[in-house]
Each structure stands twice: as C-alpha cells, then as structure tokens.
C-alpha cells in the first residue's frame, strides 16, 4: 500500500496508531501516529515483525490472541493491552484492537492501537493504594466500615467488627443487617435513628453497647460519614472505636467524685462545725481551731476543684465559640469583690472570640485568684492583657510574686510527671491544664520576669473561633 494514497494521507491525522499485519504478524503498514505514541517513523516498522516491539511478559498472550482471531471461522473482534516498546527503548502500555475481517484490498489485518499508559498508572496506583489500606485496616484495632446508601449491602468491613461485636463477617456479608444482633436491644432505636440520619445525608456520632457474648459490656463509639454525589447519598462510611476502657475510668471517677462531694464534704462540714462550737466554748484553743479551720476550707475548696475536673475531663462536648473578652471581663470583676486588697489591672482587652470550652472561665479566674492565694499580705499586683494575634488569642496573666516553682509551672504547660501530683500544692493548675488543653490551646510559663527571682508570665494560647 502506498502512503501517498488519499486515504492513507487522512490516516496519518489520526490520534490513534493504525496497522496493517499479514498473517504472521508483519507490519505491511503503519500510519503516521506511531512516531508521536512510539517515536518510530513509520517506514521503520514496515517490514518487521510486531511481536518483537511487545514486552516479553506480554508477548505470548498477545501473538495467541492474533492467530487465535485469524483462525476464527466467524467473525471475531478482539482486544488486547500489553506494552510496547518505544524508539528509545522505553515501554508504552498500548490498547488495540482487531478484527478478521480483511479483504482483497487491504490484504491484511487492521490493528488500531491508542496509548493508555496514564490509565495503566492511574488503575495501578490505585490498586497500590487499596492493597496499603487493605493491609491497615486487617492490622487496624478499630472498625472500619462502609455501607450502601440504604444500608442493604455491607461493601467492607475489616477482621477487628468479629472481635469487638462478637459476631460472624460472613454472616454479615449475607445479612447487612445482621450487626444490629450485636447492639444491645435497648440502643437499637438509637442506632436505627443514626442509620437514617446516615441515609439522609447527616454525619453522626454515637456511642452504644455491644457484644451479647460479653453480656453487651464493651462499649463502642462510632463516627458516621455519608458520601455524596451530585447531592444525593451514595454510601456511608465511617469507623467504630471500642471505649470500654475510658467508659469505665469515667465510672471510676463519677464513684470518686460522689466520695469527694457528699462523703468528704459532710464529714469537713461536720469538723469545720464542731470547731465552731470549740471557739464559743475554748476561747483559749483559737490558735488552734484556727488552723483546722484553714485546712478544712482548703480541703472543701480542693473537693471543689475535684469535682469540676471530673465534670471537665467526663464532659466529651466539642469546644464552642467563647468571647474570651466578656469572659476576662466578668472574671477580673469576680476576683476584685473576692480579694479587694489586691490590684488587677487590665491593660489590654482585644475583642476576640475563640474555640473553646465553657471551663475556660474557671481556668482564667484560677489564675487570676493564684496570686493572691500565695501573696503574704494578700496585695499582689496583678496585670491581665488579651491579644488577638494572626493565628489566635493570647491571655497573659502577669504578677510581682516570687517565681512559681518548677513543679507548680510544669502542670501548666503539661510536662508534669503525672506520678508525682501530690507534690504540687493543689488542683488549681490542673484544671487551668485540662481546661486549656481540652479546647485545643497551651499555656506558656515565665518565672522570674524581673530579674530577682520574682515576677511571673503566664500566657494561654487559644484558636481562634470560626467566623
């Protein structure tokens, strides 16, 4: 065939490679693609075969699916994809394809080929990324999960559903519905509810019993996603974290907290009142009823503190939006009326809003009350400034009291040995820690700000609230 002929001329406009093989697989002709896919002039190929240019790997399988078309006694189409080999030596994933439909004037076989390199990555760094997932998720102690958009069909779910819910995968791969059994009946309604809530396109989060062989003791929270196409909800996804452990330290510290608040507190109030009776009575003993006094309300006091930290750290509400400016506000006005010897000064008061949890006022009124809990004279100065800054807020607490130890201001920003709590002198700075901690900022601590062993720097760092 002459390359010069009209219709081999609009041949060589096509973006796809066009062949003609003979019966043994010899290029009779090729059109001008093939120097943009392969980097061959046409005339290069022409005579040579067209299996030496396929990858070895792929070689047998191609030549049997050619001869097994030509062979064909009716009419046969065929497609393969194999790689071939390029003018510099390189390799190209082609797609072709053939019929045994030939006649007299072509006297050949066509073979029309494109390039899918891209789609052959793309399909193998997919399945490359499927194989790391599946192999996380069978080592993974969480459930992970995904469901169709009714719920219907389970499309995955790995090893860790069987030894957290107590039931078969097989059996749920048969009946998707098969892992309500596992719930225990009295949180069925609430699942079924999310599952809906799910269907409707609305993300969930909630915690329920399951495990009827473990008596539906071992506790699971579950976060939901729907997944969505053009609005409407195409599959639902999401994983399942077994929380016994934490559900029982939360019951752990709900008995300790009823110990502290009625227990401890009935038997100090039963003390603080017979030392009433001591002063009417023993005039005399006042020194000493005096210092009971003073352990006792600061026992109360630390009971107190106890009680919001288990109510801090029990609470699993997500931070809100605070204004911290309103807060340091009200704060500053609690403490004057408390300790009205003192001085506060509020230097700076940025309008500032952040993410955060309702606790932080205790914490601010903390650390504006600790200066004056361990002044001498019960007269600190105290200086309070709120800055918003590019990436949040900044309260800073400064005050003219010797340098807060080591131990004390490890609490703050978290370095504290969590054996040794009952070497600091209270609960304070642990609820300031948690407070800030759980709303997602620091604290940063400065001793000796003056330059005599005296003068402290406390700064709490929060992010911003969302606009």
Known sequence: MSRSEPYGLLLDQAQDKVA???????YTYVNGAVERILGFEPDELVGTSAFEYIHPEERAAVRDTFEG??????FTE?????RHRTADGSWVWLESRM????DGALDGFVVSSRDVSGRVRAEDERAETASYLEELASVSSDVLWMFNADWSELLFMNPAYEQIYGAS?????????AFLDAIHPDDRPCVREAMAQLSAGTAVDVEYRVNADENFNRWVWVQGEPITRDGEVVRITGFTKDVTDRRRRERQLVVMDNLLRHNLRNDLNVV?????????????SAEHTAVIRRVGEGLLETAQKEREIIELITDHGEPGRIDLRSVVTECVETVRDRYPNGSITVDELDAVAAAGRAELRSAVIELLENPFQHSDDGAPTVTVRLRRTETGAELVVEDDLPAIPAVEADVLT???DMTRVYHSSGLGFWLVYWSVELSGGAVAVVGDTAGDGRGNRITVSLPLASE
């Open 169 to 177: 995968l097989d059996e749920l791969d048969g009946d998707p519905d």
């Open 69 to 74: 078309a030509i062979r064909a006694e009716g």
């Open 20 to 26: 003609l093989l003979d019966e043994l697989g010899t």
């Open 99 to 102: 019929s045994n439909l030939t």
């Open 78 to 82: 065929v497609t393969a994809e194999y």
């Open 272 to 284: 603080l009142g017979t030392v009433e009776e001591l002063e009417a009575d023993l005039p005399e």
């Open 414 to 416: 978290g370095d504290h």
